[in-house]
């Protein structure tokens, strides 16, 4: 059975039994005993509800690899708090500040990943997907996936009993949409690009291995030119050629450099 949150009298100490004069205090101004406060009311009341949780889940998200979270993630940080308290606002209003409070709480130690699946109760497939995206969201913030970012959601999803195999195919229309990318599939398009020979890199610059470095600097600069991005978008090409300029602009590059590399420069 679902109870709402009733704020409880919080300016009399359980210590002391001496009454605060402030409204907004937080200890006790007679003995310094932590009050009862409203925040603290809220927190310990919302602390296993699943929106706490859900804050919990990310927090954990944002300190793998012991990473320090930048002013962008911080504020992107905070407006996925903010569909977690819109989400849940029929339910539990007036929370905002307590899914803060668990995200710093949870970042800085906490529950464990059993711990926080074992508190939750999901009670809908709206709720699922809500879950599920918010956490991609949080995973794709620098547009790819890593391994350990992908291994926790996992977790979580075997955690809370859910069918991986479906998680995994919305991952799949979730990189789809977005054109996002895991980890695994950049270094495999980065293996691809490096598989240029010298022999295709002096075709790429339309040169010839007897040509002197100057000459193929040249080339490259040409070719540099003819493809580089402001010059081609001037022209108001379509995307799809702009796209197309883009890749071969990786290869001329990566041509100059497989070259310079063989000719010791």
Same mark, same amino acid.
């Given at each position: 059975? *679902?109870?709402? *949150? ?10 002391? #039994?001496?009454? +605060? ?17 409203? &925040? ?56 905002? +500040? ?13 529950? +464990?990943?059993?711990?926080?699946? #074992? ?19 949080? &995973? ?26 479906? *998680?995994?195919? /919305?991952?799949?229309?979730? %990189? ?26 002096? %075709?790429?610059?339309? #040169? ?5 470095? %100057? ?8 070719? &540099? ?8 978008? #001037? ?6 050629? /702009?796209?197309? &300029? ?20």
């Amino acid at each position: 059975m *679902f109870f709402k *949150f009733k704020l409880q009298n919080y300016k009399r100490c359980e210590k002391c #039994s001496k009454e +605060s004069p402030e409204d907004d205090a937080k200890f006790c101004i007679f003995c310094g005993k932590e009050l009862n406060h409203p &925040a603290k009311q809220k927190l310990l009341y919302i602390y296993d509800k699943n929106p706490a949780i859900i804050a919990a889940f990310l927090a954990k998200m944002a300190k793998l690899d012991n990473a320090s979270i930048s002013h962008d993630l911080s504020r992107f940080i905070s407006s996925l708090l903010d569909k977690i308290d819109l989400f849940y606002s029929k339910d539990y209003g007036d929370f905002r +500040s307590s899914y803060a409070e668990i995200f710093a709480l949870e970042k800085s130690g906490g529950r +464990s990943i059993s711990k926080l699946c #074992s508190c939750m109760r999901i009670s809908s497939q709206q709720e699922v997907d809500f879950l599920i995206c918010i956490l991609l969201d949080l &995973a794709y913030f620098d547009k790819q996936m890593s391994d350990s970012e992908n291994t926790l959601i996992e977790s979580i999803i075997i955690g809370l009993g859910l069918n991986l195999i479906v *998680f995994r195919e /919305l991952k799949i229309k979730y %990189e789809q949409i977005y054109h996002f990318t895991s980890k695994e599939q950049n270094r495999q398009k980065q293996e691809n690009d490096s598989k240029i020979t010298l022999k295709q890199a002096y %075709e790429i610059l339309k #040169s010839r291995e007897d040509d002197d470095f %100057e000459t193929i600097k040249k080339n490259y600069r040409k070719l &540099a030119r003819e493809y580089h991005y402001d010059n081609l978008y #001037s022209k108001e090409l379509p995307p799809e050629l /702009l796209k197309i &300029a883009q890749e071969m602009m990786k290869k001329i590059n990566l041509a100059y450099e497989i070259i310079k590399e063989a000719r010791g420069v």
